[in-house]
């Protein structure tokens, strides 16, 4: 009996999957291999040796556990990237808010002078 799977269109017998459901799975899951590659080793797992067996299943456990690792430090390398572009649009934000702010008080202040002039001139003219 054979079972095509839906998804990578490979013919995986019920009874290959069965017995090595964990290698399986591993060629299943495997991002270095494409579905003929994967067909093929699925096809030779019942005539494989324990020692080939384990070997294929070290490889890909290996791959698998790699692969792992290295999204996980791009994720957080990622985060950290996203943490320094949150940092610097904040400081950008502080530092756009500082100059509208600076603007505000220098257009107050020199409304004051202008008052203080007139308020001078008025009492220089009495």
Do not use: C
Request: glycine share 2%; aromatic share 4%.
């Amino acid at each position: 009996m054979t079972d095509a799977s839906a998804t990578t269109g490979l013919v995986i017998p019920q009874e290959t999957r069965e017995k090595f459901t964990e290698v399986v799975e591993l060629i299943l899951g495997s991002e270095s291999m494409n579905d003929e590659e994967r067909q093929y080793w699925i096809n030779i797992l019942p005539v494989m040796t324990p020692d080939q067996l384990a070997s294929l299943k070290d490889i890909l456990g290996t791959e698998k556990r790699q692969l792992a690792a290295i999204d996980k430090k791009y994720s957080k390398e990622i985060n950290e990237i996203n943490s320094q572009q949150l940092i610097q649009k904040t400081e950008q934000e502080r530092h756009r808010r500082r100059m509208e702010r600076q603007k505000k008080e220098s257009a107050v202040e020199e409304k004051e002078e202008e008052k203080a002039d007139e308020l001078l001139k008025e009492i220089e003219a009495e």
